[in-house]
């Protein structure tokens, strides 16, 4: 059950690991209607399926909202919700007001979209986007205050920035931490670096990607040492790095075979026991991940997936594979973002808020004992 704790104006909510994605419980409409949301750092809107895109539970398996069954809905802009993501699924359908509860905090007429078409997935399941609002989906062009700057508008918190720790790839749960910092769940400083613009605005959390490494008993191999963009993206399962750098990280592995349905490299499960860590240089921080975090379970025959893909346009996307590893602190009025190592398993909450409106990302060390971390 959702537990929320606050921490003098802030609120955390608690994250399910659902292996591909990470999952909030919201509760929207009145009587409220409980639906599992993905949490997404690379969109903005939160929209849910309709019992019309759900014929059964398993092309829904996290549930739909019924506008009708809701006292208290109201739409607002029929028709203009329309959205894209990077793997060419989408939704088309309605934006909407209503109440929206989430670990406890309720937000009155509150914005969110209800799709009425769904491509491209499957499987259907609700998005929770919580990046910038300009990646708002509106096809008028219009923004409103999504869920971060919403908690803003309604005093719940002080400024419209959160903390990501998703745990490692065995834990069933992680959390997002919004208006603080929890310096039980990072190791080390945090390491302050500016979003960078991406065709031609700030609006999409890039940061500069400096190098890759990958380190064995037997050495020390750079996977990529040119200076690149990289999307901090929740919503992404894996990591995606360009096609040549993909190569370079699959010629670490001899026996990696490439799975055309899926377009993922499949090996040994055992690949995962192996000593070995990659590391990705940010400025001055330095995040290990080790190979066991991108060895993932495929099926009961012994055959995992390489937490790699390629990207579809040669960029860089730092997906979960990569985001288990890091304590990710977003700072969406000032533009930056802190990284850390994440501390595995966590201690006791320590929480730090942000006091006040644009204050920016506070300068702290983790607290994690050097058993719990993944820093170099």
């Excluded at 730092?318 to 602190?329: H, I, K, N, P």
Aim: one cysteine or more; charged letters at 10%; hydrophobic letters at 35%.
């Amino acid at each position: 059950r959702a537990v929320s704790r606050r921490s003098s104006g802030t609120t955390t909510v608690p994250l399910q690991n659902a292996y591909v994605e990470y999952l909030v419980e919201v509760s929207v409409g009145t009587p409220p209607q409980k639906i599992q949301s993905q949490l997404d750092t690379g969109s903005s809107d939160l929209w849910f399926p309709t019992a019309s895109q759900c014929p059964d539970t398993t092309t829904c398996p996290y549930g739909y909202f019924t506008p009708s069954k809701s006292s208290t809905f109201a739409e607002v802009a029929p028709n203009e919700f329309n959205i894209t993501y990077g793997d060419g699924s989408g939704a088309i359908g309605d934006y909407f007001n209503d109440t929206l509860t989430i670990a406890g905090t309720t937000v009155k007429d509150f914005t969110m979209a209800v799709a009425r078409e769904v491509t491209g997935e499957p499987v259907i399941g609700s998005v929770m986007g919580v990046s910038y609002p300009a990646l708002d989906a509106s096809n008028k062009g219009v923004t409103y205050p999504n869920y971060p700057q919403a908690l803003v508008n309604s005093g719940f918190i002080n400024t419209v920035a959160y903390s990501l720790w998703l745990d490692d790839l065995a834990a069933n749960t992680g959390s997002i931490l919004f208006a603080g910092v929890d310096k039980a769940k990072f190791c080390g400083a945090l390491e302050v670096v500016d979003v960078q613009p991406y065709q031609g605005g700030i609006y999409a959390f890039y940061v500069t990607l400096n190098s890759i490494s990958y380190t064995t008993g037997s050495g020390t191999s750079t996977i990529a040492s040119t200076a690149s963009l990289a999307l901090l993206d929740s919503g992404t399962s894996l990591t995606a790095v360009p096609q040549d750098v993909l190569q370079t990280i699959v010629s670490q592995f001899p026996t990696a075979q490439y799975d055309s349905q899926y377009s993922v490299y499949v090996v040994p499960c055992s690949a995962g026991q192996q000593a070995g860590h990659f590391t990705f240089t940010f400025g001055n921080k330095a995040i290990r991940v080790d190979l066991s975090e991108y060895v993932l379970q495929e099926n009961e025959q012994g055959s995992c997936r390489l937490g790699f893909q390629a990207s579809p346009d040669d960029t860089y996307i730092l997906g979960d594979t990569f985001l288990r590893s890091a304590y990710v602190v977003y700072d969406l009025v000032n533009n930056q973002i802190g990284l850390a190592s994440s501390s595995f398993n966590g201690g006791e909450s320590d929480v730090v808020a942000f006091p006040s409106y644009g204050a920016h990302i506070p300068q702290l060390t983790g607290s994690c004992s050097s058993t719990t971390t993944t820093s170099t």
